[in-house]
């Protein structure tokens, strides 16, 4: 199970941080990161981290937004810098394990203008 935290209300130009973290012990192998989606339209990839990699970002959020992984706590942190009123969406952390996505809850950010 995946528990995702730390959506708010910011303005344009804050920042927010997002953490997810697994109630059980995760991999260091395993992918991790953050989809986000606006109504009506399908959950998008924000930022993942996998072992032996560079972290990957949607291009739009590339240099305001930093994943990172502390895996002796089981948590993945989504930190978000100079956020845009088109960062507004839910949020979702995810992790891939074999071929199986599993997701936590959700959470809230909405950047006002």
Do not use: H
Not at 87 to 93: E, G, M, N, P, W
Request: contains cysteine.
């Amino acid at each position: 199970q995946l528990q995702a935290s730390g959506g708010g209300l910011v303005q344009a130009g804050g920042s927010l941080t997002l953490s997810c973290r697994a109630s059980r012990t995760i991999f260091s192998s395993v992918p991790m990161g953050w989809y986000r989606q606006t109504p009506g339209n399908s959950r998008d990839l924000v930022a993942r981290i996998r072992s032996g990699r560079d972290p990957d970002y949607k291009d739009s959020v590339r240099g305001r937004f930093t994943i990172s992984r502390d895996n002796a706590k089981n948590t993945v942190t989504l930190q978000m810098n100079s956020l845009k009123p088109e960062d507004t969406a839910v949020y979702y952390c995810y992790a891939k394990i074999s071929s199986d996505y599993y997701w936590g809850q959700g959470t809230l950010v909405t950047v006002s203008s």
